[in-house]
């Protein structure tokens, strides 16, 4: 039961009750009751994944049986970012990191670090170089993070609407509601130089300042139909703080005058649905939602609309259109959402992440957001870094931070001592980057200058085991599955790039198609109607840039020099390095490896070798071989 | 009105505000190519061709080069454009490429060679046919329509055929499938067009730009006929008809050429050529008494016209409820067919299994009429084949036939001509003047002083109006286009309107702007209102007649006389009316 | 991305009919209502066959070609029934680069069908799913919504083994 807020002195009241339910956690330490620890289990679709669900579950079971379930209190939250290492476990007040946690480990924490006070070592986080983490700050992955729009995940309980108030949730909305005109807050959001953090990076105060010069029935709508393969930014802020868009979204509806807001939510999110549908009901129950909110006479009720699996709806008109019910196609800009966007009227749609900051700026100030960032890249950015990346998670950074920052102290290096080769941002719109731009820090402006694009926030590393041309590949045939088909640079142009990418990784290219690459690539970013297509031969376009000896390899060397393009990569045995164990020809599944008559010097069996005819160079012989005699290349 | 400053290539022009680049463009003579384009109906700026560079005032200075859609793109005040650098043009030329890369380039027999936008666009630019040669879309040819055929690899997907079945006629039987390099224009689950609701009203042919929709080709079946000697061949040509086949041989939209169509016709070897026009004049004597009977009797209405085939498979899909509403009498192209083969037969002494009947029509749910049932007053069907405008203009180029250079001639009798009651049959509104014209003067039992109605014509989609004949007022109302008809008929059904006769054509603007009409260009269309232009010849027509009145038509009441006895006869009944169906969805 | 029409026979009851005909009626005077009653609609019939259409246009007046347009558009709108085990390998990034294509392979081979398709006793169906946000965990699949991660082919056959029973 939720009781009503329907005042400022009412919110502020139940900030003031609820205050000490989070205080362990965020180190102002205050036991509420007999709790004498809270146990945090990460509840992220990452961690849920890799199942702390069922460890909530055995938890509760264990505690319980060890009769302390009233001094211990569970809380499920959103993502701590570190999702390569789930399920997670935090215990405050002590902050210790569990990694890794499995139900059969559950006895032991209880046992040993609940009621013992031990905590247990061998579940504990350690980095490089064993040195074992004790705590959140003392580690490398969030040393160098600040979190602005993830200051939530992980520290509440996102299906909890006092725990976010109790984190002076709502208290935003409070504040341009009873001290803020429209003008205001609109120029606050001018102020503190926000930009979209969908993709484009437009300016999110221009473009409330020109809705707001509409008239008539508005809208609200917040994009969260994150579809860049990799990415999952908006997913955790849904998942860890909901009530913050909620919240930023009333604020939206204040600015620009619109009493109805629409969020646009893949379905593919099943937590992130349920973890706002539950916060939505609890606003609504509390009157943070609905009429007269907060006694102010404002109104604002929300609703969800769900994507159906298609990429293209991420593009604002594509999104409107698809909630109108149709086929998710662009149509042409102007008229912008501004003047004419959901259902025909002036709309404001911003990204998950873009309202995550919002609340914050509102109550901090312009300049305090401004402070963080670069000239014209304000704040800090959420990443979702994936690839071959020892930290496998969820970053925030302020802009500017380099890449090299993000890769080697925050994401930890690259594993299995390989080296770094590149990184790809902006997902399918986006480009690769290369190892000798690095040290560029990371903003909207400097992204697009070396050929990529800040885009949502994916950030894949790759190494050298990665072929870009079949990278540039792999991204040309996301964009080719997911082109709408409406306009013809994209829906016939892009397919036209991945045939010729196909050319060149089946060995049969010849260097006029690279002309062609560029040629056909400039045009579709010219002349396609929406983003998608406008995005879609980056990937192209920057490993051409960055990587040109690899596609002139696969074309005239007929080579791969990363050995991923089967067709262009062959398996041989070093004859003066094989003992004739024959592991390897066991090993092989199609029988390619047979025995040779020659016997190596110093050793006793005839070599092995490979029929290339046979050969489906799955490389199951290279992973057996322990002598390290089979190269490819 | 506010203006607005543009330079265009170097030539400063004002313009409306609000004003698309294109057409500001055309105001000084620049046509930039569109393809997807269709002005009000189909504004989606999918195809690209129409890229444009343009360059907006930031503040006082000009911002950056952009390419935009001209087509939708609204001009801004000092803006400059440039419509054909070399960047354009590449551009421009890199998007045919593309097009040509997925397209089934079977040109030179192409039904739409020298009339396609698609082809006339790469000749221009001089487009290399196979520099990107690849996949291409996997899409079918269907030949299940006895109207209309499909063929996806011909398809660009422009998108103006579904603007045309969904927008502007409201019934949305193609559209968009699939996504991406997929995507094709077909119907529900990819079925056959036959099986869906489809009225056959080829707006969706006109609309093409390319040979993707086609109307099926029946002129084959006609030579065949025109050369078996044991057949004797007819045709009767549609009030529409001459006005428009002139636009296939170079003439001008809104050209009359009756007189050459008739020689023209004549040299192909048909044993008679015929005006329909009679017939409209028969459709009007029996319609108007059968509308005068149900006002009598207490009859079903309002009543609502029947002689377009596409609205009535409209009305038996989407508004079966009303069937029996539709006046029982049967389109003037079924009553000339039955007449042919029942009293034509017996006057001339020949077995009506031995006329091969054609009628030329700009429509192509003729097509589809031609195989109802009830349509066949011998036992044989009225109409063997039914041929649009378009076909007859190939068929007399087929035959070598120099059309400019003939001589005009005159239709043959027994059915020689029409009245102008009956001429205006193929533009909106003209049924009801016609019907009025009849029934004005048969209830107020005198001559009228002025034979029109100015208040039913016009492009209008619905037009109503009142008349006080005598102690009675007649209301009426008028639509043309099938969703407009919906519109209508949904206020009718509401009980909102109250009108005693409908008269309901599926085409917008009637007949002379058919599914079976020459193609114009998307460049013609969006300039020019074909609709108005093409009524307009059969209004002269009309006005420049001294027989203006069905009831005044000697070979029709020589009909009645010799033939049928009295309209709505018993006779008249068995030969001259029909039945529908209530098919539903 | 082309959709198959489905060769299963379609086994809709009257109770499933009933619940389409209350949400479409629950949705028919919003806004933008199509997308809701397709999703709710594919809930209660697990997939959207022709049948199912023709209720949707004919409660809806949306024409039938319209409604078909927007399901063959989205990924998430099926005219094939799930397999009674239903496998989806995720393709994003992270499981691509780290070999998810092999896997594929793997259960196509194992299992003798092809990714989109079902097997022919409708036990087995096998599906590529883009990003399904466990990056952490890559390679991964979902057999029936449970998640197997840090996956090589190697482990195929003892996943399938289980619901081979």
Same mark, same amino acid.
């Given at each position: ?44 679709? %990452? ?30 939250? %959103? ?93 935003? =909305?409070?504040?341009? =509601? ?15 130089? =926000? ?168 109550? @901090? ?55 770094? @080769? ?135 060397? @007929? ?75 | ?174 559209? +968009? ?33 390319? !040979? ?25 040509? /549609? ?34 050529? &015929? ?84 009628? /030329? ?41 120099? &059309?400019?250079? $003939? ?69 009426? +109302? ?30 917008? !603007? ?25 009524? /307009? ?38 030969? $001259? ?9 | ?34 997308? #809701? ?11 959207? #066959? ?30 094939? #029934? ?74 195929? #056959? ?8």
């Amino acid at each position: 039961m939720i009781e009503k807020i329907s005042s400022v002195a009412a919110l502020n009241a139940a900030r003031e009750a609820h205050i000490n339910d989070v205080a362990m956690r965020v180190g102002t330490n205050a036991a509420v009751g007999k709790i004498r620890k809270h146990i945090l289990i990460c509840g992220g679709t %990452g961690c849920t994944s890799s199942g702390s669900t069922v460890l909530r579950t055995a938890l509760e079971a264990e505690l319980a049986a060890k009769g302390i379930a009233d001094e211990i209190k569970i809380v499920t939250t %959103g993502c701590f970012g570190l999702c390569a290492l789930g399920p997670i476990v935090i215990v405050y007040p002590e902050g210790t990191f569990y990694s890794m946690v499995k139900v059969e480990d559950i006895a032991e924490i209880v046992e040993s670090h609940l009621i013992g006070g031990t905590v247990v070592e061998r579940l504990e986080y350690r980095e490089k170089g064993n040195h074992t983490v004790t705590s959140l700050n003392d580690m490398t992955f969030y040393k160098k993070q600040q979190r602005v729009a993830l200051h939530n995940c992980g520290v509440i309980d996102p299906e909890n609407i006092t725990e976010y108030i109790a984190r002076d949730g709502y208290q935003a =909305l409070a504040k341009v =509601l009873t001290s803020m005109t429209r003008e205001d807050v609109v120029q606050c959001m001018l102020d503190s130089g =926000l930009r979209g953090r969908g993709g484009a990076g437009f300016p999110t105060g221009l473009k409330w300042k020109f809705a707001m010069g509409s008239t008539g029935k508005k809208y609200v709508a917040c994009n969260a139909d994150e579809g860049d393969p990799g990415a999952f930014m908006d997913r955790s802020v849904l998942e860890g703080d909901p009530h913050a868009l909620i919240e930023a979204m009333a604020i939206a509806g204040f600015a620009i005058g619109a009493d109805e807001g629409y969020v646009y939510v893949r379905a593919e999110y099943p937590i992130a649905i349920q973890r706002l549908q539950i916060a939505i009901d609890q606003a609504k129950e509390a009157g943070l939602l609905g009429e007269n909110i907060l006694g102010t006479g404002f109104n604002f009720n929300m609703s969800l609309r769900f994507g159906a699996g298609a990429f293209v709806c991420g593009e604002e008109t594509a999104l409107m259109t698809s909630i109108e019910g149709n086929r998710g196609e662009p149509r042409p800009r102007p008229p912008f959402p501004a003047v004419k966007g959901l259902f025909g009227k002036p709309t404001v749609l911003n990204n998950v992440e873009t309202y995550a900051n919002i609340p914050q700026i509102i109550l @901090k100030g312009p300049q305090w957001f401004s402070s963080m960032g670069t000239e014209k890249s304000k704040g800090t950015k959420v990443f979702a870094l994936g690839g071959k990346i020892t930290n496998t998670g969820l970053v925030e950074v302020p802009m500017g931070t380099t890449l090299r920052e993000v890769i080697e102290e925050i994401g930890g290096g690259i594993p299995n001592g390989k080296k770094f @080769k590149a990184a790809q941002t902006g997902g399918p719109s986006g480009g690769c980057i290369p190892a000798h731009l690095i040290d560029t820090p990371i903003d909207y402006d400097n992204l697009i200058a070396i050929g990529s694009m800040m885009g949502s926030g994916g950030l894949i590393v790759m190494d050298e085991d990665n072929c870009m041309v079949d990278i540039a590949r792999f991204f040309l045939e996301f964009t080719v599955d997911e082109s709408c088909g409406k306009c013809t640079p994209c829906r016939i142009g892009t397919r036209r790039l991945l045939e010729i990418l196909d050319k060149i990784i089946a060995g049969n290219g010849e260097m006029e198609d690279l002309d062609r690459l560029e040629e056909l690539s400039n045009y579709i970013k010219s002349a396609s109607l929406c983003g998608l297509g406008q995005t879609a031969p980056n990937p192209v376009l920057s490993t051409l840039r960055y990587f040109r000896d690899e596609y002139v390899a696969h074309i005239v060397d @007929k080579k791969c020099p990363a050995g991923v393009c089967k067709k262009l990569t062959n398996y041989t045995i070093v004859k003066d390095q094989c003992i004739g164990c024959g592991v390897c020809a066991k090993q092989c599944p199609v029988g390619a490896i047979s025995r040779t008559d020659y016997v190596a010097p110093g050793k006793k069996l005839a070599a092995m070798e490979i029929d290339p005819a046979k050969c489906v160079k799955c490389g199951a012989c290279v992973a057996s071989c322990r002598f390290k005699a089979i190269v490819k290349g | 009105m506010e203006m607005v400053n543009v330079t265009i290539n170097g030539i400063s022009v004002a313009v409306p505000k609000g004003s698309t680049v294109l057409d500001a463009a055309k105001q000084i003579g620049i046509d930039i190519p569109t393809l997807c384009y269709l002005k009000e109906i189909n504004e989606i700026g999918a195809c690209r061709i129409c890229l444009v560079e343009v360059q907006e005032l930031r503040g006082a200075t000009l911002g950056p080069k952009r390419m935009v859609t001209s087509c939708v793109y609204p001009v801004t005040e000092g803006m400059v454009v440039t419509t054909n650098s070399p960047a354009i043009t590449a551009s421009r030329k890199m998007n045919l490429e593309l097009l040509l890369s997925n397209h089934n380039k079977e040109c030179l027999s192409c039904v739409r060679s020298t009339t396609c936008e698609l082809q006339r666009l790469c000749q221009e630019y001089g487009v290399n046919e196979n520099r990107f040669k690849g996949a291409v879309t996997e899409s079918g040819l269907d030949l299940s329509s006895p109207a209309i055929v499909r063929d996806g690899s011909k398809c660009i997907l422009c998108r103006r055929c579904v603007a045309a079945c969904r927008n502007m006629q409201g019934i949305g039987v193609i559209g +968009a499938n699939n996504r991406g390099f997929d995507t094709v224009i077909g119907t529900a689950m990819d079925g056959t067009q036959a099986s869906t609701s489809c009225i056959n009203c080829g707006q969706c042919i006109v609309a093409c730009p390319t !040979g993707a929709l086609t109307e099926r080709d029946d002129t084959d079946k006609v030579f065949e006929a025109l050369g078996d000697p044991t057949k004797k061949v007819y045709i009767c040509i /549609a009030p529409s008809v001459r006005a428009q086949i002139g636009e296939c041989f170079g003439y001008e939209p809104g050209t009359d050429v009756e007189g050459k169509m008739v020689a023209a016709v004549r040299r192909l070897g048909f044993d008679g050529v &015929f005006d329909m026009n009679v017939t409209a004049d028969l459709t009007i004597v029996e319609e108007a008494n059968e509308l005068l009977g149900r006002l009598n009797n207490n009859g079903v209405l309002p009543m609502i016209t029947s002689c377009s085939p596409g609205w009535i498979k409209y009305c038996e899909h989407y508004f079966p409820e009303m069937t029996e509403n539709l006046s029982t009498c049967k389109s003037p192209q079924q009553m000339f067919g039955a007449l042919m083969k029942t009293y034509f037969a017996e006057k001339e002494g020949i077995d009506p299994e031995d006329i091969f009947f054609v009628s /030329a029509i700009p429509c192509t749910a003729k097509k589809f009429e031609v195989g109802r049932p009830d349509q066949s007053a011998a036992g044989v069907p009225d109409v063997d084949v039914a041929i649009t405008t378009r076909e007859l203009g190939r068929m007399i180029n087929r035959a070598g036939i120099n &059309f400019k250079a $003939l001589a005009d001639e005159r239709f043959d009798t027994p059915f020689s001509r029409g009245s102008g009651a009956g001429i205006i049959f193929g533009a909106t509104g003209g049924v009801m003047e016609a019907a009025l014209r009849y029934a004005a003067e048969v209830i107020l039992d005198k001559k009228l002083e002025s034979v029109e109605f100015p208040e039913v014509r016009g492009v209008e989609g619905v037009k109503l109006a009142a008349y006080k004949l005598g102690d009675l007022e007649v209301k009426v +109302a008028v639509a043309s286009g099938t969703k407009n008809a919906k519109e209508l008929l949904e206020r009718v059904k509401s009980g909102e309107l109250d009108v005693q006769f409908i008269e309901i054509m599926g085409c917008p !603007g009637g007949c002379v702007n058919g599914g079976g009409q020459p193609y114009q260009p998307a460049s013609v269309r969006n300039s020019i209102d074909l609709r108005a232009v093409r009524a /307009a010849v059969l209004y002269k027509a009309d006005a420049a007649t001294d027989l203006r009145k069905s009831q005044d038509n000697a070979e029709v009441m020589a009909l009645y006389r010799e033939f049928l006895g009295a309209p709505n006869s018993h006779k008249a009944h068995e030969i $001259l009316h029909t039945s529908y169906i209530k098919r539903g969805l | 991305m082309k959709k198959k029409p489905t060769t299963v026979a379609f086994r809709g009851t009257k109770e499933q009919e009933e619940k389409l005909l209350a949400v479409i009626e629950k949705h028919k005077d919003e806004m933008g209502k199509m997308m #809701p009653i397709l999703q709710e609609a594919q809930e209660i019939y697990g997939y959207l #066959p022709i049948e199912v259409q023709k209720i949707i246009a004919r409660e809806t007046g949306v024409s039938l070609e319209e409604i078909y347009g927007i399901i063959s558009f989205y990924a998430q709108f099926k005219l094939n #029934p799930d397999g009674e085990v239903a496998i989806a390998v995720c393709l994003g990034t992270a499981c691509y680069v780290k070999g998810a294509g092999e896997l594929i392979e793997a259960i196509e081979q194992e299992l003798s069908i092809t990714s989109g398709s079902t097997s022919a006793d409708g036990k087995f169906s096998l599906e590529a799913t883009r990003c399904i946000g466990a990056c952490g965990l890559a390679p991964v699949l979902t057999v029936n919504g449970e998640v197997y991660g840090r996956l090589t082919k190697k482990d195929i #056959p003892g996943i399938l083994a289980k619901y081979k029973a």
